[in-house]
């Protein structure tokens, strides 16, 4: 391969480095990052163990849950799983630096056709720099469709500044596999396009961008439209569960209940001071002359940073969340910055020599590399909590305790009753390791339940965490439910160990303890 060829492809460099970044982490813990995996890898083994259903028999029994959630990432965990043969909480694990690797690559890979190959190497690197790669490197399925926007968002620009279509039916494709995979990040490509449309129809005044957008939307709704047909023809009744389904995902996709909004600090902390940087003085430089790709560009970072501020307008939206969207175009705009500062040190004789700007990019290069292996290095990056008026709780990874209580259920717990939990996050992992169904209302339940009504829910076994005790004068035994961010925790006003007895209803006993939980089993013949 010649050194142009080489060259021509040097955007490929960042993704190499993101991914031996992402191999630090990888290998240094058991379980894959994330709280979130653990539920995701919980629907790839029931895709597996059921096919394609609408229904998680794990959670909520003995109804289940539904599963507002697309499946080409629990499709791909279970393929891949089934067909290497690799437990799925590994084959998460390894995912890792492959996620991390790819949505640098496509970044990049776009920085480079808007703006050349030093500012694709550059945006690269530069999103290494940024403290969100602590969040790139997740195996979850927001990151797997974080490899298909910006290549979409490319594709429809091209769509536009070319006048061929074929460069939008091919973004439409990409929404489309975002739009299976995550809830959000069809919703955030679907608000840049129609932006950008708007922005063109306007300065232009040209309609002709109607038909791009239509075409954008075309591969969409004629598959649509086509599936849902031949649904309605050959099976009405899956059709009416898609329909309901499909409402349902897409009102969990934008219904929010909190706000989480962050200072100007936090995000310069968050998104990297090497980016805004960059992302300034390439801002600079597009103003001296302002193409339409500049445009693009501009209206992608609005249009994100309104969305990370959506509360403005009366929308509840988790700020942190939306960062990594807003991260891959100002990387973009901050690679063409620093390629700016790298072809105007010609201009001044003392660096004008190759060598030294040469050497000024190696150096950038560098510094973004090693705050990424900051990143990745602190021990933060691999514990997930949940923190309530009485404390924090660790979620993920598994502790010792939840994993030996997983292993005690699946050498001996009925897989026909269900198990009402203290704590949901340790039932969430209950179930997917054991699968063991989770009961849910576990405040209906207490010592004076009577028997019937177990046997009613079909509820086999209660699991207490000992940890969630909270100090109180009260000389009887007291549980609170107290809410956190991911779901409902039940705290006792007393240590769990010692009343147990009190706690529990005469005709449940104690089968198990470790040194966090306490799982009793409630006898009765089903009828």
């Known amino acids: 391969m010649d050194l142009k060829r080489i060259c021509s492809i040097s955007f490929i460099i960042p993704a190499i480095a993101i991914f031996i970044i992402a191999l630090i982490p990888t290998l240094k813990y058991q379980w894959p990052l994330s709280w979130d995996i653990i539920y995701h890898v919980q629907y790839a083994k029931i895709y597996s163990q059921h096919g394609f259903v609408l229904v998680n028999p794990l959670l909520n029994a003995p109804i289940g849950q539904n599963i507002n959630y697309p499946p080409l990432f629990h499709f791909l965990i279970a393929g891949l799983g089934t067909l290497l043969k690799i437990d799925y909480f590994q084959l998460a694990k390894f995912m890792q630096p492959f996620l991390a690797m790819f949505i640098v690559l496509s970044a990049s890979y776009v920085a480079n056709k808007f703006y050349g190959k030093i500012a694709g190497i550059s945006a690269g690197f530069l999103i290494i720099s940024s403290y969100l790669i602590s969040r790139i490197i997740l195996p979850i399925p927001e990151n797997l469709a ?4 910006p290549l979409a968002v490319y594709f429809y620009y091209r769509s536009i500044d070319e006048g061929i279509l074929k460069y939008a039916l091919i973004a439409g494709f990409l929404f489309i596999l975002t739009l299976l995979t995550h809830l959000v990040a069809p919703e955030v490509l679907f608000l840049v396009i129609t932006a950008f449309t708007i922005i063109t129809l306007i300065l232009n005044r040209n309609i002709s961008v109607l038909k791009n957008y239509g075409v954008f939307l075309s591969f969409f709704i004629i598959l649509l439209v086509v599936g849902l047909i031949s649904l309605l023809l050959l099976k009405p009744d899956f059709f009416n569960s898609i329909l309901h389904q499909g409402l ?33 003085i390439g801002g ?3 103003l001296k002359k302002m193409e339409r790709k500049h445009i693009f560009i501009f209206i992608w970072i ?19 969340r939306v960062l990594i969207y807003l991260l891959i175009p100002l990387s973009i705009l901050g690679g063409f910055g620093l390629s700016q500062v790298y072809y105007k040190l010609k201009d001044y004789n003392i660096f004008s020599s190759k060598s030294f700007r040469s050497l000024f990019l190696i150096g950038i290069f560098a510094l973004s590399t090693f705050l990424g292996i900051l990143t990745v290095e602190d021990p933060a990056i691999a514990t997930f909590g949940s923190t309530t008026k009485f404390g924090y709780i660790q979620i993920s990874p598994p502790s010792d305790s939840e994993i030996d209580i997983a292993k005690w259920f699946n050498e001996n717990g009925n897989k026909s009753r269900s198990v009402l939990a203290s704590n949901i996050y340790a039932g969430y992992f209950l179930a997917t390791e054991s699968g063991m169904p989770i009961h849910y209302k576990f405040e209906n339940f207490n010592k004076s339940t009577p028997k019937s009504v177990f046997e009613k829910e079909k509820i086999g076994y209660i699991v207490y965490d000992k940890r969630l005790t909270f100090t109180s004068e009260n000389k009887t035994i007291e549980m609170k439910l107290v809410y956190s961010l991911f779901g409902p925790l039940y705290y006792f006003n007393k240590d769990i160990h010692i009343h147990i007895n009190e706690i529990i209803p005469d005709y449940a006993k104690v089968v198990y303890e470790n040194s966090d939980f306490i799982i009793c089993k409630i006898e009765y013949t089903v009828k």
């Not at 609005?302 to 700020?319: D, E, H, K, P, Q």
């Open 302 to 320: 609005l249009t994100m940073f309104l969305l990370s501020n959506a509360y403005w307008f009366g929308i509840n939206t988790v700020t942190y």
């Open 146 to 149: 974080l490899i298909f926007l």
């Open 284 to 286: 600079i430089f597009t």
């Open 248 to 280: 349902a995902l897409i009102s969990s996709g934008i219904r929010l209940n909190y706000n989480q909004p962050m200072s100007a600090l936090a995000y310069i902390k968050n998104i990297g001071l090497l980016v805004i940087l960059f992302a300034v």
